[in-house]
């Protein structure tokens, strides 16, 4: 996971980083949205051991979600990340909405189990 190399020196190319991967996880968890979405309208079930994949993988994503809501706030409380704190509180409002949609992607997929 990312850590703050040093707080004293801006280095942006870190928050670019973490910018990236979640921008990555955005089109992932759309992406898995409306594959998850198509599936329920139209009846579409799957075995349980490839929905426990699909939860394990939003799992995972739900603890980046996290680690990464808690990397951005400690860059938007340095003073030397100041210009970029728009951008920053933006991108945690990403996180905000994507920790949602992520939690409604797994219980869309509970949903999904072949009985």
């Given at each position: 996971m990312h850590k703050?190399?040093?707080v004293?020196?801006?280095?942006?190319?870190?928050?670019?980083?973490?910018?990236?991967?979640?921008?990555?996880l955005v089109a992932f968890t759309q992406q898995m949205e409306e594959s998850l979405r198509n599936a329920y309208i139209q009846k579409v079930t799957f075995p349980a051991d490839e929905?426990?994949?699909?939860r394990q993988n939003h799992t995972r994503h739900f603890h980046k979600i996290r680690?990464?809501?808690?990397?951005?706030?400690?860059y938007c409380?340095?003073?030397?990340y100041a210009?970029?704190?728009?951008?920053?509180?933006?991108?945690?409002?990403?996180?905000?909405?994507l920790e949602i949609q992520t939690?409604?992607?797994?219980?869309?997929?509970?949903?999904?189990?072949?009985k």
């Open positions: 703050i190399k040093n004293h020196q801006p280095d942006i190319s870190e928050i670019h980083s973490i910018f990236d991967e979640i921008d990555y929905l426990a994949k699909i680690e990464f809501k808690r990397i951005l706030a400690e409380q340095n003073f030397h210009q970029h704190r728009s951008e920053i509180r933006n991108y945690l409002h990403n996180l905000e909405e939690a409604a992607n797994i219980g869309t997929a509970a949903n999904l189990v072949k």
